[in-house]
């Protein structure tokens, strides 16, 4: 069942998301167009996050943010994205697995000591930071398509799990 697309603003109508976009329904309209990369004024709508929402929202505070930003940065530092993949110009000639430099082998192991403290990989807290903050899925696509052992959650559930382990990972960054 699809939502009808939110109202918005009739003098940005030239410049508004398609209604496809709109029923995703994560956009927000900046205060003034953004400068794309000519510097010509562009679309003034901009996808927002799942921390910066909450955040906006008052259901985290900012260093908890900062945790999961600081989360999100390593995890892609580490190569952990499913969807990421190396630089084949730095492919060594005739070998099969290009060995990770010494940044990426860093981040990962901050990146498993992140998720230690949150109770491991396979834990509530550590599955839902995994890919909501690691992979970028959606609170609602991690607890429908994931959850915790495969079971469905609730989004108060998979929100109020989040919010937790956020506070762990603030106290584990010292934020």
């Not at 329904?25 to 990369?37: N, Q, T």
């Not at 927002?48 to 600081?70: C, F, H, K, S």
């Not at 993949?85 to 990962?108: K, N």
Request: glycine share 10%.
């Amino acid at each position: 069942m699809t939502r009808p697309p939110k109202s918005r603003p009739p003098r940005l109508e030239a410049l508004a998301p398609t209604p496809e976009r709109w029923s995703k329904g994560d956009l927000a309209l900046l205060p003034r167009a953004i400068a794309d990369e000519h510097g010509r004024p562009a679309r003034p709508y901009r996808a927002e996050d799942t921390l910066a929402r909450m955040q906006r929202q008052g259901t985290i505070t900012g260093e908890m943010r900062q945790a999961g930003d600081d989360f999100h940065a390593l995890f892609m530092l580490a190569q952990l994205h499913p969807l990421g993949s190396p630089d084949l110009r730095r492919v060594p000639q005739g070998v099969r697995e290009l060995p990770a430099s010494a940044h990426t082998e860093e981040a990962r192991r901050k990146v498993w000591a992140a998720l230690k403290a949150l109770g491991g990989a396979a834990s509530p807290a550590g599955a839902c930071v995994w890919h909501v903050l690691g992979c970028g899925w959606t609170l609602k696509e991690w607890s429908l398509r994931a959850g915790w052992n495969g079971r469905v959650l609730t989004p108060e559930t998979a929100s109020g799990i989040l919010i937790a382990a956020l506070g762990a990972l603030r106290a584990f960054y010292g934020l």
